[in-house]
């Protein structure tokens, strides 16, 4: 599946699943997939990357602030059904 986002592993940069869980891409060019690589959640972290990036990246977004939801899920789901314009 992640081979439909990705041509190559080397495009991807960093990445969390749906439960703030980091991933990494592997395969071979066209077979990309994704596999954790921690078994705990990282939601601190993934937080302040996804503020980091509406800080300086989203520039025409209409606050410039992410998702607040409380719940982690809940936030992960917001942040990939916001649209932000680069």
Do not use: C, K
């Amino acid at each position: 599946m992640a081979n439909e986002l990705f041509d190559s592993a080397d495009e991807f940069f960093e990445g969390y699943d749906g439960h703030g869980r980091s991933v990494r891409a592997y395969g071979e060019p066209g077979r990309v997939a994704l596999a954790l690589t921690s078994a705990e959640s990282r939601g601190d972290e993934l937080r302040a990357r996804v503020e980091h990036y509406y800080f300086v990246f989203a520039a025409r977004h209409p606050t410039r602030l992410p998702p607040q939801e409380t719940n982690l899920v809940a936030f992960i789901r917001a942040v990939a059904e916001d649209w932000v314009e680069e």
